[in-house]
């Protein structure tokens, strides 16, 4: 599985971006999908994942209210709109898969299979 991030770039703080990711193969619908983000000096860390369906997801606290995931499994891609973007949400932006049929969706790291090269994200203040 092959996953390609794009979208990212300069914004403005209060600006928006919409963030998406290419995936290959013809199992994309069977993945769980995750954002997570990584800035400079910090640990990887989750921004939001949605279930193989859509049908459930999760945010961590920093993001709620202000970042969406969503996914077309139709066209193998999965979404991460944000808006009211702050400075502290500069970072490089990941999309992951994790290919275990579970019960509910992960958050860790460690549970994720795949992941693409990332896009980096610089809010300006």
């Known amino acids: 599985v092959q996953l390609v991030e794009s979208g990212g770039g300069l914004v403005q703080a209060g600006g928006s971006l919409r963030l998406s990711c290419a995936a290959s193969?013809?199992?994309?619908?069977?993945?769980?999908m995750g954002w997570f983000r990584q800035a400079p000096g910090k640990e990887r860390e989750i921004v939001a994942a949605i279930s193989r369906s859509g049908s459930s997801t999760y945010y961590a606290d920093s993001v709620k209210g202000r970042f969406t995931i969503s996914r077309d499994n139709a066209k193998n891609t999965v979404y991460l709109q944000m808006n009211s973007l702050k400075p502290e949400d500069t970072a490089v932006y990941y999309c992951?898969?994790?290919?275990?049929?579970?019960?509910?969706?992960?958050?860790?790291?460690?549970?994720?299979?795949?992941w693409g090269q990332g896009t980096q994200v610089a809010v300006s203040s």
């Open positions: 193969g013809r199992t994309f619908s069977t993945y769980t």
């Open positions: 992951a898969a994790d290919a275990t049929l579970r019960s509910k969706i992960q958050i860790r790291i460690p549970f994720y299979d795949y």
